[in-house]
């Protein structure tokens, strides 16, 4: 009888050791990052030619306006930005992370490299462009949220210029994108912005 009630308990203990790795590996842990890559490229594929087109579009900003502003600014970054400016501009927007569409500009600010002020908003905008306010002195954080990686309004990595009399004009390119869209010929994407299934 004893022998029978130890030979059904290591049945049991037996039988739950390996239960417990069984249901562990049904899915319970996240995938890695090649596994989700693999499960992913079919749809890569599909959307291969839209996605670099778009990369490739993001590597620059163009916004061109007309009010009553006067500004000139050249910037190497956020950091490196020389230039004042004073304003209220409607402007059409090609700008940075997919900002397309038009909206009003209200501004003044004066940077020599490192020291400087500024006071800036974007209002009455259209769906696409982002409306915020960014106020500061000295130099601009690369840690809050108007600069974020993914989703920020603005670029602090930028590199261009903005010059305007009545008609107001901004260039920039975007190193960061440059790099992401070389990477997205081998399908890599570091900016997380790739058109998927899940866009639509």
Request: hydrophobic share 45%; with cysteine.
């Given at each position: 009888?004893?022998?029978?009630?130890?030979?059904l308990?290591?049945?049991?203990?037996?039988?739950?050791?390996?239960?417990?790795?069984?249901?562990?590996?049904?899915?319970?842990?996240?995938?890695?990052?090649?596994?989700?890559?693999?499960?992913?490229?079919?749809?890569?594929?599909?959307?291969?030619?839209?996605?670099r087109?778009?990369?490739?579009?993001?590597?620059?900003?163009?916004?061109?306006g007309?009010?009553?502003?006067?500004?000139?600014?050249?910037?190497?970054?956020?950091?490196?930005d020389?230039?004042?400016?004073?304003?209220?501009?409607?402007?059409?927007?090609?700008?940075?992370?997919?900002?397309?569409?038009?909206?009003?500009?209200?501004?003044?600010?004066?940077?020599?490299?490192?020291?400087?002020?500024?006071?800036?908003?974007?209002?009455?905008?259209?769906?696409?462009?982002?409306?915020?306010?960014?106020m500061?002195?000295?130099?601009?954080?690369p840690?809050?949220?108007?600069?974020?990686?993914?989703?920020?309004?603005?670029?602090?990595?930028?590199?261009?210029?903005?010059?305007?009399?009545?008609?107001?004009?901004?260039?920039?390119?975007?190193?960061?994108?440059?790099?992401?869209?070389?990477?997205?010929?081998?399908?890599?994407?570091?900016?997380?912005?790739?058109?998927?299934?899940?866009?639509?």
């Open positions: 009888m004893k022998f029978k009630k130890l030979l308990g290591s049945a049991v203990l037996a039988g739950l050791l390996f239960s417990f790795p069984l249901q562990g590996a049904e899915g319970t842990a996240p995938k890695s990052s090649t596994q989700e890559f693999f499960d992913r490229l079919p749809e890569k594929i599909v959307f291969y030619i839209p996605n087109i778009l990369d490739a579009l993001d590597m620059f900003t163009l916004n061109l007309v009010g009553a502003v006067a500004e000139a600014r050249l910037m190497f970054t956020r950091a490196v020389v230039g004042a400016g004073w304003g209220t501009t409607a402007k059409l927007y090609k700008a940075h992370n997919r900002q397309y569409g038009c909206g009003i500009e209200e501004m003044w600010y004066y940077s020599l490299i490192c020291i400087g002020e500024e006071h800036y908003s974007m209002i009455a905008n259209s769906p696409w462009v982002d409306n915020y306010v960014e500061r002195a000295g130099v601009p954080d840690t809050v949220r108007t600069y974020d990686f993914f989703s920020g309004s603005r670029d602090y990595w930028a590199i261009g210029g903005s010059l305007g009399l009545l008609i107001d004009g901004d260039l920039y390119i975007h190193p960061m994108e440059w790099v992401d869209f070389a990477l997205g010929f081998f399908l890599i994407d570091i900016k997380q912005d790739d058109l998927t299934l899940d866009s639509f």
